[in-house]
DNA sequence: CCATGCGCTGAC
DNA sequence: GTCAGCGCATGG
């Protein structure tokens, strides 16, 4: 039997829900399995000949920079940022002005950070098998990595990019990045902690990252939780730096970041979103943090959180951007045709793993070139 | 300067 | 698996 807190939050889920769908916010689930659907894709690779799949860390960009959702309010030119001087040139990005911005390569003596230390080895396969996009920001080491000879693997910094609304050009919708620092440095989402991103006239962009018992998550749309209210100090006799703890107090738009996303209602610019493994929905990508495109933020308002103590937090509903709708789409032309620059939203059905988990035969993807593909390490599942 | 933050890591 | 506690970037 539930108990009374999941009878609650089941209340609120669909109190939310019921919110969603007066936006016209339809629950996205493809009516075929992620199997299928990568069944289909490499169908697809065959017809079409090749699969695109970024090539590496060279690829062009595919996304029109700006205005790509030049609609969106009307105003086209995105101001500041000088724009298109410091243009990004694929592999070479210049140096931002604020040369302190070096990317966080630093790592103290005898601390490796090797995803083989992390335990979370990346597989590929898996990936495949969930429907996940291959990554086209390439995994690197850190430079500092003392196997690599240091700032081989220095990666480019883009995060220069970060502070206008919309999207990042050459960053396709579906890439992901293992580590906030990388989504960061590609520019999508600027906070390592942070779950927004924004100034006083709007927010740039969110990462979905779970942590709201009472957060929806529809895949077109969604109902997303402010930040603030925590006390991240610990006690006084024993003081913490946390960065992250149970609610602790009122929310409110005083906040900087909320105050941000209630001020995109009205500009109605469009919203970057990330959405990260640890969040507890089907559009969850399996590991890392996914670039899911843009979203509006159509509606703001505070309600009690899922808290003990009822204290109040602010909650937006965001709805995906016409432009950059994955599942605008057709199935037929999802499937069939990879829009480019705009796959469809991945989607973890997860009794279709669960039944796939049985090694009946290695699903060969769609063999994408690529050079991590060299992946030959069976699935060893995960914990 | 101070305060904040939906990460990350090594240690169990 | 869980847990504690830190750098860093950002904004005021």
């Not at 939050?9 to 075929?32: C, D, T």
């Not at 080895?121 to 430079?143: F, M, S």
């Not at 493994?277 to 996914?290: D, F, Q």
């Amino acid at each position: 039997m539930p108990t009374k807190y999941e009878l609650e939050r089941s209340r609120r889920i669909e109190q939310n829900k019921a919110l969603l769908a007066k936006l016209g916010v339809e629950q996205y689930k493809p009516p075929k399995s992620a199997a299928a659907v990568a069944a289909a894709n490499k169908a697809t690779a065959g017809a079409n000949g090749k699969p695109k799949a970024a090539a590496g860390r060279k690829r062009k960009a595919q996304v029109k920079p700006e205005d790509d959702y030049s609609d969106a309010s009307g105003d086209e030119e995105e101001e500041d940022e000088d724009d298109d001087d410091d243009d990004v040139d694929d592999g070479k990005v210049r140096k931002p002005k604020r040369k302190k911005q070096k990317p966080a390569v630093d790592v103290p003596a005898g601390v490796r950070r090797s995803s083989r230390n992390a335990g979370r080895t990346v597989d590929y396969n898996k990936e495949r098998r969930g429907g996940q996009p291959k990554p086209v920001v390439p995994i690197e080491r850190y430079a500092g990595d003392a196997e690599e000879g240091g700032r081989g693997g220095r990666k480019a910094d883009r995060s220069a990019l970060g502070k206008r609304y919309g999207s990042v050009p050459g960053v396709e919708v579906g890439s992901w990045w293992k580590m906030r620092m990388d989504c960061r440095l590609a520019g999508i989402h600027l906070p390592l902690v942070a779950g927004i991103s924004g100034c006083a006239d709007g927010a740039y962009s969110v990462a979905l990252s779970g942590g709201y018992e009472d957060d929806v998550d529809l895949g077109d749309g969604f109902v997303f939780t402010g930040s603030g209210g925590r006390d991240l100090k610990g006690t006084k006799d024993k003081p913490k730096n946390l960065r992250t703890a149970p609610q602790s107090s009122d929310q409110s738009f005083e906040n900087h970041f909320n105050r941000a996303l209630k001020k995109s209602v009205e500009t109605r610019k469009p919203v970057r979103v990330v959405r990260g493994y640890k969040l507890g929905s089907p559009y969850a990508p399996v590991e890392g943090y996914r670039y899911d495109g843009l979203y509006t933020v159509e509606k703001a308002w505070m309600e009690k959180g899922m808290n003990k103590e009822g204290y109040l937090v602010c909650k937006f509903a965001f709805k995906v951007h016409a432009d950059n709708m994955p599942s605008a789409h057709s199935l037929a032309d999802m499937v069939l045709q990879r829009l480019p620059g705009q796959p469809p939203l991945p989607y973890r059905d997860r009794d279709a793993e669960k039944a796939e988990a049985e090694p009946t035969e290695e699903k060969d993807e769609n063999a994408t070139d690529e050079e991590e593909s060299a992946n030959e390490e069976d699935a060893s599942d995960d914990a």
